[in-house]
């Protein structure tokens, strides 16, 4: 009998070959878990998403979806990035929830029951991994990610950028509708922003245990953050458009304010300036410059809601939340009866 | 229907009864006159779909006379006929099991005491056979909702009790779309297409979210025809024609937007039992089928309907 609540698992691969039969085996353990205490809840694939890896990734992941027939594969032509390979896996899946895990088992697979519970508890759409601890336990890496994201945030004005994480659990149906509008550019996480503004985080462990052990980073350079940044802001409408709309707004009104001033002056012989002409070219510089920063904002704002329609952004999107209360319950039930 | 020789990589040649002109009958009629274009010079003979015992009676003795011409060791029958489609009602659908089980039955006595090895092909219906279940890795997890699942189910069960036959190929096929504009019905994807080309609105039975596996008719028809020429084997087997990929209606709408260049006006029917997900684990897909991109073909289906080239319909 089907369950009623599936998830699905979406894992892109680039250099994880050290990593994956140990994940599969997490994720199997997770899929035991599920089968055995919940009539409801089933994890009914895992997605791996090989974009050209640089290791012998699709050996292994060969191997293990022989063994696991739960295990899907898919292999891009290219190395298209992070962001793609998981539109890709999610555009194959079926689940009513997806669940994106990176490769390295930094993301422990049990933890989506953590996540599942939170976005079901509080009908959300998303939820999103927020770690406990500092992730890297360096200082200064985590300083330097925590403020460029706030950063972006701020020139975006869009409050879950802090939030953003690879692990995240989402709707299957907005997951799967938001892959269909991304782009090569399109930041996914600002794209399911336009589908959902239920977001939700839920505190898990992600320390990363590699650096203890003295094994490679993933690769991230202030060089990747700097791109990360700018397909985020590409992605969204920029605050700045907003704040000069307002300057010139306010400068076109001072201007016409003191037009008024001027006139009133000259007309009823009031002499408060002492440098002939001036009054008159600070007003046409004011009246002129408020007029341009005003249409200025108008056409970029414009370009930018343009530039958004071309990347898919949706009129509007109908989910079905029905079975959340039925998610809940079943993971309650579960955690009742085995210690996660 | 059709009768006509193949080269077979077993028998030269073998006999091939082709029974429907439909969407995928057509599309094997295709396949099969583009690489053997002396097929083309088969005449078509008007079938009768009846239960009428006399004219049915008739209809097969003519067949079974030209079969005994080619005195072949070789018989393979296509069945990818059918009047009831996926919304039909019982009373249609009936009446169709019975004109099937009448085929089944004639053919039996036909083969008594010949040495002519039969192969059956049917093109049965994954959607309608396991409705409303998603990942379906299995093909005995069956759920008959509707006449037309029941129909297709029944069928191939009085295949599966058919001994004199060698061996039956069940084609459980997902939602199929077509290049080809036959019998005056288009499938979802070239409904929509059309009627964006023409701003016009279309009537979607199911919701944005419905999650569906979507294959071409060409590709199904190059299946079929590598399993007739290529394939021997005893008893009876299932293969599903299926793409694998799960597609949404939302992500259906968006690529037939892209491709024909202007947003479409839907109007969505939101009937429960139409919007009920069904869904294919990849491993189900048969080996012999190899299914074509489907922005690729959506894009080609644009194309092909901007120029009104429809294939001509041989039926």
Redesign the interface.
């Known amino acids: 009998m089907?369950s009623t609540i599936?998830i699905s698992t979406v894992t892109p691969v680039y250099n994880g070959s050290k990593y994956l039969p140990k994940l599969v085996e997490a994720l199997d353990e997770v899929r035991t878990l599920l089968n055995t205490h919940t009539t409801d809840l089933a994890l009914?694939?895992s997605i791996f998403v090989i974009d050209d890896a640089i290791d012998n990734s699709a050996e292994v992941l060969a191997k293990l979806a022989e063994e696991y027939?739960w295990v899907?594969v898919i292999t891009l032509s290219r190395n298209y990035g992070q962001h793609p390979a998981t539109i890709a896996g999610i555009?194959?899946?079926?689940g009513d929830w997806v669940a994106t895990l990176d490769e390295d088992l930094q993301h422990k697979p049990k933890d989506i029951i953590t996540l599942l519970k939170k976005a079901a508890e509080e009908q959300a759409d998303i939820a999103y991994a927020l770690s406990d601890e500092a992730v890297h336990k360096s200082v200064v890496r985590d300083f330097v990610a925590m403020s460029f994201k706030k950063l972006v945030s701020a020139l975006v004005g869009n409050k879950h950028i802090k939030d953003f994480n690879s692990f995240r659990v989402m709707r299957g149906?907005v997951a799967?509708?938001t892959a269909?509008?991304c782009r090569h550019e399109t930041y996914l996480d600002v794209a399911l922003g336009w589908f959902t503004r239920r977001i939700v985080v839920a505190e898990v462990n992600l320390y990363d245990d590699r650096n203890q052990s003295g094994e490679e980073e993933s690769g991230y350079s202030v060089w990747g953050l700097i791109r990360h940044g700018k397909r985020m802001i590409m992605s969204s409408k920029l605050k700045v458009f907003r704040i000069g709309f307002l300057i010139g707004v306010i400068a076109f009104g001072i201007s016409i304010l003191l037009s008024l001033y001027a006139l009133l002056s000259v007309m009823f012989n009031v002499d408060t300036v002492m440098n002939k002409g001036w009054a008159s070219i600070i007003m046409v510089v004011i009246f002129f410059g408020g007029l341009s920063i005003l249409l200025i904002a108008f056409v970029l704002e414009s370009l930018s809601d343009i530039a958004l329609n071309l990347n898919?952004k949706p009129t509007y999107?109908?989910?079905?939340r029905s079975n959340d209360k039925l998610a809940l319950e079943s993971i309650e039930k579960l955690q009742n009866n085995v210690d996660l | 229907m059709w009768i006509y020789n193949l080269n077979t990589e077993t028998c030269k040649p073998a006999t091939v009864l082709h029974f429907g002109s439909g969407l995928i009958g057509h599309a094997i009629w295709k396949y099969v006159t583009k690489l053997n274009p002396e097929v083309k010079q088969s005449k078509q003979i008007p079938y009768y779909w009846g239960n009428e015992e006399k004219r049915f009676n008739q209809i097969w003795e003519s067949i079974f006379q030209s079969v005994e011409q080619q005195n072949t060791k070789e018989l393979h029958i296509i069945w990818a006929a059918g009047k009831a489609g996926f919304s039909a009602k019982t009373e249609d659908t009936k009446e169709e099991l019975i004109h099937f089980r009448k085929v089944l039955n004639t053919l039996d006595v036909f083969l008594k005491e010949k040495e002519i090895a039969t192969h059956f092909y049917i093109m049965s219906s994954a959607g309608g056979i396991h409705e409303g279940?998603?990942?379906i890795?299995n093909p005995d997890n069956v759920s008959l909702k509707r006449p037309y699942g029941e129909l297709k189910y029944a069928q191939e069960n009085s295949l599966r009790e058919a001994k004199m036959l060698t061996s039956v190929s069940i084609f459980r096929i997902s939602s199929v779309y077509s290049h080809s504009n036959v019998s005056g019905r288009l499938g979802l994807i070239s409904v929509l297409i059309k009627n964006g080309i023409s701003n016009k609105v279309s009537n979607i039975f199911g919701?944005?979210?419905t999650?569906r596996d979507y294959v071409l008719d060409d590709d199904i028809a190059k299946c079929v025809y590598l399993n007739i020429i290529k394939v021997r084997r005893k008893g009876v087997h299932i293969e599903y024609l299926v793409d694998g990929?799960?597609?949404?209606l939302?992500?259906i709408r968006?690529m037939v937007e892209k491709a024909v260049g202007r947003k479409l006006y839907l109007q969505y029917s939101l009937q429960k039992s139409n919007a009920t997900?069904i869904?294919f684990?990849?491993?189900m897909q048969s080996p012999l089928f190899n299914p074509s991109p489907l922005y690729t073909n959506i894009k080609l289906l644009y194309q092909n309907l901007l120029k009104g080239n429809f294939s001509s319909h041989y039926g």
């Open positions: 089907q599936q009914i694939e027939p899907k555009l194959h899946s079926s149906d799967r509708a269909a509008i898919g999107f109908a989910v079905d | 279940i998603r990942m890795n919701a944005e979210r999650l990929k799960p597609s949404s939302n992500e968006l997900d869904t684990a990849p491993e």
